[in-house]
């Protein structure tokens, strides 16, 4: 072809191009699926985002719509070429209301995403009937009542309504041969598993995670013949009884999970079957007896969690074998015997938790060659030898997060210089009753982020340098015999002030610790960043003010220092704490007034300063109007207002060393004390009502 015949081609293709785009400019929106749009909008409460006042008739132009001509679609039964809409996309607009049913004349859609927005009510019926509809997302909405009982999809890829309030049982013809993905989770469905389950021949994900669905007799059998699925996920609900060896059949399952169900007897012996198993979890069920040998061989399991069962016998692991293993957790069983030393051969193993288990004896030697070890978790295992352990567990190069609770039982601390942390962020040794000091190897740990020293027989004074840990943002020295003023240095922890915290690597979603008192339920919290920034240093022998500079932690959630013998006045600067949640100061000798700045402190939902030697009025407003009398009582016989004894009706003295409410003289308001403390209660001692502590590693 010579040069002059190119180009001719090229014009040719050109014209041909703008013929094209001329005539698409002509198109317009269906007739019908405007209509369908116009009652969509009228059933929204909310404005969408790009669909204003002066809206184009063309509906093809609104933000989240895409069409496509008649022509490209294959429609051959219209004589005028139109576009139809075949995607309406509007995630995360806020819109609000109910879904109109006339979207069900949208016959050539394809794909509907409505998720994440504040939708409510039923679903439309004629929705599940549209010919065309590869993915409908109405997920993180507020729907309710049951899934339409009649469903014809034939066309459906993905489904997915998870985090909404649907109720009922799940349809038989939810299923058909086209759906790859069904997501179902975080609703109220109840009842057992469909009989047409196994209908869905080419799902690869199925969701049904935390509804209420039961399982009589065992899973569907259904179930078990869908041998494309990747990802199967039942966790939370209530299936009972043993887990079918059939589960062996889903020999492409990458990910299981059925934890926290009602699972009973041992776990089939199938592993080997499941060779692309990465993921099993299965936490928070009845099972016992012992693992099954072709899980503790699996080449490709990544993560094994069978934490809070009744497992038992020795842990048996063949590393070996498991070249992929990297997080496991068997806490909360019966094993026993020794800590398993061949550990270490597991060459990416770096996520461990054995808490809670009837183990005996020491941390083996082997763990010196732990390099990968980054997280490990050996609370309440009756382990000794805490001056052993560290020894041997400094040499893990890797080691961030160390939790020891409930264990050494009366050891002293060691204060052997030669020990080094540098690369540990979180240390809980809380509940040991380790005798000692805080030791000056803890020093040279300047990455630590959380530190937990709590119920031990720790005395001397809180070291000056923890004011150097500049990612410090948890600090329990609670429940100890420390002694001296509070480090002043503390009030500069830089996480406190900026926030300026960074963890690089995720922590694996393992419980730390649970509190619990009497009144209120437990907190677990599973990742490091879920702990609230605190400082709990109560029930010490702490003296003393109470620094000004602690204003300075404008990001600090917890502080308490109740139980000590702390003195002088409530610094006002304490009003500058303004993420603060916790103030308790009880059982303490501060005296003169509670600074009125505190009403400031908006996100406060305790307040204690009972048990202290305050006067003058309680400030009013704010939250403080939600604070019983009981946290002013107790020697604070001066205090007036709020909930507690009414104030006489005079004008304070103008004294800016007292602020605006100064103490009664005694000599004026004899009788109004008298009154005021009749019904008081004196002596309080400090360990009535101190939260107790649970560790459940």
């Not at 549209?130 to 993180?140: F, G, V």
């Not at 842990?315 to 019966?334: F, K, P, V």
């Not at 013998?565 to 005296?591: A, H, K, Q, V, Y």
Request: aromatic residues 10%; charged residues 15%.
């Amino acid at each position: 072809m010579g040069a002059q015949d190119f180009w001719v081609v090229i014009i040719v293709v050109g014209f041909y191009f703008q013929a094209q785009v001329s005539s698409s400019q002509n198109l317009t929106c269906n007739p019908n699926d405007l209509k369908a749009l116009e009652d969509f909008m009228k059933g929204i409460e909310t404005v969408i985002e790009g669909w204003g006042n002066n809206l184009s008739s063309n509906c093809c132009e609104w933000a989240g719509i895409t069409c496509n001509s008649s022509s490209s679609l294959g429609l051959k039964d219209s004589s005028i070429d139109t576009y139809r809409v075949v995607k309406l996309e509007l995630p995360k607009k806020r819109l609000a209301g109910n879904l109109s049913e006339s979207l069900g004349m949208l016959d050539q859609l394809r794909t509907l995403n409505l998720s994440h927005n504040f939708l409510k009510h039923s679903l439309p019926i004629p929705l599940f009937h549209l010919p065309n509809l590869e993915l409908l997302d109405l997920s993180s909405n507020d729907f309710s009542g049951p899934i339409p009982a009649d469903i014809d999809l034939p066309s459906i890829q993905f489904l997915e309504i998870s985090q909404n309030f649907l109720n009922g049982s799940l349809p038989p013809s939810i299923c058909n041969n086209s759906i790859r993905a069904l997501k179902l989770a975080v609703n109220y469905f109840t009842g057992d598993l469909p009989p047409g389950l196994g209908n869905c021949s080419a799902l690869e994900d199925l969701d049904l995670s935390t509804n209420a669905l039961t399982c009589t007799g065992g899973l569907s059998q259904g179930l078990f013949r869908l041998q494309k699925l990747t990802r199967l996920s039942i966790q939370d609900n209530k299936f009972s009884g043993p887990l079918s060896e059939e589960i062996g059949n889903l020999i492409n399952l990458v990910r299981l999970d059925i934890s926290t169900n009602l699972f009973s007897g041992t776990i089939p012996d199938v592993f080997h079957r499941l060779r692309r198993l990465q993921y099993f979890v299965a936490h928070s069920n009845n099972f016992d007896g012992q693992m099954p040998p072709s899980l503790s061989t699996s080449p490709t399991l990544s993560l094994l969690n069978v934490r809070n069962n009744s497992l038992q016998g020795s842990i048996d692991l063949n590393c070996s074998a498991m070249t992929s293993l990297a997080t496991i957790d068997l806490g909360s069983n019966q094993f026993y015997g020794p800590i398993p030393p061949n550990l270490p051969s597991c060459r990416h193993l770096n996520n461990i938790n054995l808490a809670r288990n009837n183990f005996s004896g020491q941390i083996p030697e082997s763990f010196k060659n732990f390099h990968s070890l980054s997280y490990l978790s050996l609370s309440n295992c009756s382990i000794s030898n805490i001056s052993s352990a560290l020894k041997i567990l400094q040499h893990c190069q890797n080691l961030t997060t160390l939790v020891l609770a409930k264990n050494f039982r009366d050891e002293e601390l060691p204060a052997d210089p030669t020990l080094y942390f540098g690369r540990l962020k979180v240390l809980i040794l809380g509940n040991c009753g380790l005798t000692g000091s805080i030791p000056q190897w803890l020093s040279s740990s300047s990455r630590l982020q959380l530190l937990d020293l709590s119920w031990n027989y720790l005395e001397g004074t809180i070291p000056v340098w923890f004011g150097n840990f500049s990612n410090l943002f948890y600090l329990d020295l609670s429940n100890n015999s420390f002694t001296g003023e509070i480090p002043r240095s503390i009030t500069g922890l830089q996480s406190l002030i900026d926030g300026s915290i960074s963890i690089q690597e995720p922590s694996p979603d393992f419980p730390l610790f649970m509190k619990r008192n009497v009144s209120a339920r437990g907190l677990q919290y599973n990742q490091v960043w879920s702990f609230p920034p605190t400082l709990e240093l109560s029930n010490n022998n702490l003296s003393g003010p109470i620094w000004p500079e602690f204003g300075k932690l404008r990001l600090l959630h917890v502080f308490d220092l109740k139980c000590n013998n702390l003195s002088g006045p409530i610094p006002s600067n304490l009003s500058r704490m303004t993420s603060l949640e916790t103030l308790d100061m009880s059982g303490n000798r501060l005296s003169w007034i509670i600074p009125p700045s505190l009403v400031n402190l908006n996100f406060l939902s305790k307040f204690n300063v009972a048990d202290n030697e305050l006067h003058g009025m309680i400030p009013a407003g704010g939250q403080f109007w939600t604070f019983s009398s009981s946290s002013f009582e107790g020697g604070n016989n001066n205090l007036c207002g709020g909930l507690t004894v009414p104030c006489p009706p005079e004008v304070p003295d103008d004294n800016p060393s007292l602020g605006p409410w100064p103490p009664r003289k005694s000599e004026k308001y004899t009788g109004m004390i008298i009154g005021m403390a009749v019904g008081f209660v004196f002596g309080i001692t400090c360990f009535i009502g101190i939260d107790i502590y649970v560790w459940t590693f």
